[in-house]
Each structure stands twice: as structure tokens, then as C-alpha cells.
């Protein structure tokens, strides 16, 4: 599989290509340049088929070209340790749970599919680089779990002051780990500023092999596509329907990954979700993209810091535009439509569901006739435990489930010892950078 910039069909470049390097110089993202048909993968996998077997079997599928069979199954044996779980809540509705990795969340499986990927590629390349991101915590501890042990990546990770949790003291760079926390005096929106500014620079992207863990990465991006075939290789001998998915759009990744999954013969029937912002219902009922009324040349480059998946969506459906009301069903959902989602799915299923999950299922419930004949099924995705989020929970049914220790830890509190930068500081995340220097740090 090849992979081409949403901005320009010629820059067209391999998987390792596209993972090493993923903020293309004209200012697009990646995105698969081609449709494999993955039917016979998917068609054999079963419910005795665990999530690291089917994601290496896919991914031999899909860039057999590149790396043999061999290393696509390591790739996956190794990153994949844990899997999602589906329940069956009753005759015609699932849940997708997507929070079972060691932080709680889904990130987990994108995170650690995406530096067991590059650990691979440069072990095998002789080279070394550096993941340059920015959060307030979630993403650190992804990171600093899926790093441990590796030998040829660190991670340069930007918090904001007094955010920093999720971290243990082995972690850090100088006590011998792979994650270098650099906190901010100041707020989120100042550290997304700090990394655009570097990867502004591209001679700074180049002499420190630089890369992001986010999912402007298509490699962090392709992997949450083998949600949907492991969803159906639980529900393929228990629904003879249609399958809709239904979710909260987020950045759009999971959409996105979802409609790729379509386009790689994955059986789906639709995806539902509440609208937002850039996803709404036009006055005739049609599905329209906000964003896709700003021409592509007026647009600022793709953010390399806090991406939105929304270009690529645009992408998908400029090339099947009938995606739009073919796959794509939203839903206005409001607030107390939520909440009394929230106690229905406790109430009827002793479901705990995050804000997000239970408009997810309040959309199901309104896009109703869309899913169709009775033998169809509904699959809720919830993306992370509802124990992090609690407060939603508590609101509505006046209990939530308690964190399990590994979500502890990834939502502790840390310290690095070590002084903020100012927050328009760049050149001492330069310094940072610099430090890294692959003889002597790696």
C-alpha cells in the first residue's frame, strides 16, 4: 500500500515513508493511495481469532510489499498484548469496548501499533528519531508505556505547567527511559504553539529525525481500522443484518479509520454519529462537511501538534461523494438527550456510558429507521474507560465505576525536577532536541 498528501496525488510515498515522516512538505496529510480487498482476512477470522493475529495478518496485507509476513506479525505480536472486548447488550445492540489497554483509553492500541511499527523499521534501516508531541497527560502515559524497552525512539513530550502525570521515574531520559517531559509555562494551545514552530523548520524535522505519536501519523491512524474487522469477527455468526457503528467523532480518526476499513471490504453498513461543529444535517437531511467550503489552497497546513482528521474525511468522500449519505448518519443530540441516554444504558444494561458513549447511543436511537430491518445491529464504540471521566456518571445515575490501578498510574500526578520553559521558548526545546543526540542518548 502507498500512501499520497490530501494536498497534492503525486507525493506518493511507502509506509515507512509516510510513518518516519508524516507532515508532508505541502502542508496535507497522508492518506492510503489504494483499496486493498482484505475480504479473505476478514471473512477468516473468527471469534477464537485474538486482536494481535488478525492486526498482523492485516497489516501483511496491506504492505506485503514493504516488510514480509514475518515482521508484520512481529509488529502486531508485539504491540498488541491486549485487545478490545465486545458485548452484546441485547437482540440487536453491541458495545465496543476500546479502553481495555493500560491506560484506559483507546489511544493504547494506536500508541503502541505505532512505535513498535518505527521500532521495526529502524532497527532495520539503522536509524534512529524522535517523537515530538504535546498533551496534558493521556498521551504521555500511551507513550511512556509503549516505549519501554525500546531501544532506537524517544519521545520529547511537551505538558503544560503542573500538568504532567502518568510517568514513572524510569521513564524519564535521564534516568535511563525514552520520554524527555519538557513543561511549559503555560497553557496547551502554548505547547501545540512550540511544536509548530518546529516542525515549521524543516532542516530542525530532518536533523533530528523527527515524527509524531498523534494521529496526524497515518501509521497511529491505520491500526484503529482493525477495530471494526475484530468487531466483526465477534458478530459475524450472531447478525445476519446490516452493522452500524456509533460514535462520537473526536478528532475524526475513528470515522475516518472506519470508512478505510469500508474501502478495505470490511462488511459495514453505516457509521452514526452526533453532529458537531464540522459534521452536520443540511435543512433536506443531507450530511454536509463545514470544512469542505474552504478551498484547499486558502487552508493553513495540517497541524503537526493537534491534528484534525477532517481533511482526510473531506478526501474520502471527494472521491465517493455518495459516502456521504451512504455511510455517514448523524444526528442532532442534545444535552438531556444524553443524560437520560446515560440512565437508559444503565437502567436496561448496567452499562456505565462516558458522555461521549451515551451520545453516541441517543444518536442511535434517533438515526433508528436508517439502521433498518430487525435482524440489523448496532455497535456502540466506547473509546475510553468511564471511570476517567466519572463526573458525567455521577450526574445522571449517582454512582460510576472505580479506577483499576494501571489508570491510576496513568492519571497520577508527576515531577520532573526540573524547570518550566517560557512558554514562546523555542529555542530551549531546541536545546532539548539536541541533547538527544543519537550517539550519545541512544
Given at each position: 500500500?502507498?500512501?499520497?498528501?490530501?494536498?497534492?496525488?503525486?507525493?506518493?510515498?511507502?509506509?515507512?515513508?509516510?510513518?518516519?515522516?508524516?507532515?508532508?512538505?505541502?502542508?496535507?496529510?497522508?492518506?492510503?493511495?489504494?483499496?486493498?480487498?482484505?475480504?479473505?482476512?476478514?471473512?477468516?477470522?473468527?471469534?477464537?481469532?485474538?486482536?494481535?493475529?488478525?492486526?498482523?495478518?492485516?497489516?501483511?496485507?496491506?504492505?506485503?510489499?514493504?516488510?514480509?509476513?514475518?515482521?508484520?506479525?512481529?509488529?502486531?505480536?508485539?504491540?498488541?498484548?491486549?485487545e478490545p472486548l465486545v458485548k452484546k447488550l441485547d437482540?440487536?445492540?453491541?458495545?465496543?469496548?476500546?479502553?481495555?489497554?493500560?491506560?484506559?483509553?483507546?489511544?493504547?492500541?494506536?500508541?503502541?501499533?505505532?512505535?513498535?511499527?518505527?521500532?521495526?523499521?529502524?532497527?532495520?534501516?539503522?536509524?534512529?528519531?524522535?517523537?515530538?508531541?504535546?498533551?496534558?497527560?493521556?498521551?504521555?502515559?500511551?507513550?511512556?508505556?509503549?516505549?519501554?524497552?525500546?531501544?532506537?525512539?524517544?519521545?520529547?513530550?511537551?505538558?503544560?505547567?503542573?500538568?504532567?502525570?502518568?510517568?514513572?521515574?524510569?521513564?524519564?531520559?535521564?534516568?535511563?527511559?525514552?520520554?524527555?517531559?519538557?513543561?511549559?509555562?503555560?497553557?496547551?494551545?502554548?505547547?501545540?504553539?512550540?511544536?509548530?514552530?518546529?516542525?515549521?523548520?524543516?532542516?530542525?524535522?530532518?536533523?533530528?529525525?523527527?515524527?509524531?505519536?498523534?494521529?496526524?501519523?497515518?501509521?497511529?491512524?491505520?491500526?484503529?481500522?482493525?477495530?471494526?474487522?475484530?468487531?466483526?469477527?465477534?458478530?459475524?455468526?450472531?447478525?445476519?443484518?446490516?452493522?452500524?457503528?456509533?460514535?462520537?467523532?473526536?478528532?475524526?480518526?475513528?470515522?475516518?479509520?472506519?470508512?478505510?476499513?469500508?474501502?478495505?471490504?470490511?462488511?459495514?453498513?453505516?457509521?452514526?454519529?452526533?453532529?458537531?461543529?464540522?459534521?452536520?444535517?443540511?435543512?433536506?437531511?443531507?450530511?454536509?462537511?463545514?470544512?469542505?467550503?474552504?478551498?484547499l489552497e486558502n487552508r493553513l497546513p495540517a497541524d503537526?501538534?493537534?491534528?484534525?482528521?477532517?481533511?482526510?474525511?473531506?478526501?474520502?468522500?471527494?472521491?465517493?461523494?455518495?459516502?456521504?449519505?451512504?455511510?455517514?448518519?448523524?444526528?442532532?443530540?442534545?444535552?438531556?438527550?444524553?443524560?437520560?441516554?446515560?440512565?437508559?444504558?444503565?437502567?436496561?444494561?448496567?452499562?456505565?456510558?462516558?458522555?461521549?458513549?451515551?451520545?453516541?447511543?441517543?444518536?442511535?436511537?434517533?438515526?433508528?429507521?436508517?439502521?433498518?430491518?430487525?435482524?440489523?445491529?448496532?455497535?456502540?464504540?466506547?473509546?475510553?474507560?468511564?471511570?476517567?471521566?466519572?463526573?458525567f456518571i455521577l450526574h445522571n445515575i449517582g454512582e460510576?465505576?472505580?479506577?483499576?490501578?494501571?489508570?491510576?498510574?496513568?492519571?497520577?500526578?508527576?515531577?520532573?525536577?526540573?524547570?518550566?520553559?517560557?512558554?514562546?521558548?523555542?529555542?530551549?526545546?531546541?536545546?532539548?532536541?539536541?541533547?538527544?543526540?543519537?550517539?550519545?542518548?541512544?
Amino acid at each position: 500500500m502507498r500512501f499520497f498528501s490530501t494536498r497534492n496525488p503525486d507525493n506518493n510515498v511507502s509506509f515507512k515513508q509516510a510513518v518516519l515522516d508524516p507532515m508532508p512538505k505541502d502542508g496535507g496529510l497522508y492518506v492510503p493511495a489504494d483499496s486493498e480487498d482484505l475480504r479473505r482476512w476478514i471473512l477468516y477470522a473468527d471469534e477464537n481469532t485474538s486482536f494481535a493475529s488478525l492486526s498482523g495478518s492485516l497489516t501483511s496485507a496491506l504492505i506485503n510489499k514493504e516488510f514480509s509476513p514475518l515482521i508484520c506479525e512481529t509488529i502486531a505480536t508485539r504491540a498488541f498484548t491486549f485487545e478490545p472486548l465486545v458485548k452484546k447488550l441485547d437482540g440487536n445492540l453491541y458495545i465496543l469496548e476500546l479502553y481495555h489497554g493500560p491506560t484506559g483509553t483507546f489511544k493504547d492500541f494506536g500508541v503502541s501499533y505505532l512505535t513498535n511499527a518505527l521500532e521495526t523499521i529502524l532497527q532495520y534501516d539503522g536509524e534512529k528519531s524522535i517523537l515530538l508531541d504535546a498533551t496534558t497527560g493521556e498521551l504521555g502515559a500511551c507513550m511512556a508505556r509503549a516505549l519501554r524497552g525500546k531501544k532506537l525512539l524517544k519521545s520529547v513530550l511537551l505538558y503544560p505547567k503542573g500538568k504532567i502525570r502518568g510517568l514513572e521515574a524510569s521513564d524519564l531520559v535521564w534516568n535511563g527511559g525514552n520520554i524527555y517531559p519538557v513543561e511549559v509555562d503555560g497553557s496547551e494551545e502554548d505547547c501545540h504553539n512550540l511544536i509548530r514552530k518546529i516542525f515549521a523548520d524543516r532542516s530542525l524535522v530532518e536533523k533530528y529525525h523527527l515524527t509524531v505519536a498523534n494521529t496526524a501519523n497515518i501509521g497511529r491512524l491505520l491500526p484503529q481500522a482493525f477495530f471494526y474487522t475484530y468487531a466483526f469477527s465477534r458478530l459475524k455468526k450472531d447478525v445476519y443484518g446490516d452493522i452500524y457503528y456509533a460514535f462520537s467523532c473526536g478528532n475524526y480518526g475513528n470515522l475516518v479509520s472506519g470508512l478505510y476499513g469500508w474501502k478495505l471490504a470490511l462488511p459495514v453498513n453505516g457509521f452514526i454519529v452526533p453532529t458537531d461543529k464540522n459534521i452536520k444535517i443540511d435543512p433536506e437531511g443531507n450530511t454536509i462537511v463545514m470544512d469542505s467550503f474552504v478551498p484547499l489552497e486558502n487552508r493553513l497546513p495540517a497541524d503537526p501538534s493537534s491534528p484534525s482528521n477532517l481533511e482526510r474525511l473531506e478526501q474520502i468522500f471527494q472521491a465517493n461523494s455518495l459516502m456521504l449519505r451512504s455511510f455517514v448518519f448523524p444526528a442532532d443530540v442534545s444535552k438531556d438527550e444524553a443524560d437520560e441516554a446515560c440512565k437508559e444504558l444503565f437502567v436496561k444494561y448496567k452499562i456505565y456510558a462516558d458522555e461521549e458513549t451515551a451520545c453516541a447511543y441517543a444518536a442511535s436511537k434517533k438515526r433508528s429507521e436508517d439502521v433498518g430491518a430487525d435482524e440489523g445491529a448496532v455497535v456502540l464504540v466506547a473509546r475510553e474507560s468511564p471511570s476517567i471521566k466519572k463526573d458525567f456518571i455521577l450526574h445522571n445515575i449517582g454512582e460510576a465505576p472505580d479506577m483499576n490501578e494501571d489508570i491510576q498510574k496513568a492519571f497520577a500526578p508527576c515531577t520532573t525536577g526540573r524547570a518550566p520553559i517560557a512558554s514562546d521558548d523555542v529555542e530551549s526545546l531546541i536545546s532539548v532536541l539536541n541533547s538527544l543526540n543519537l550517539l550519545r542518548m541512544f
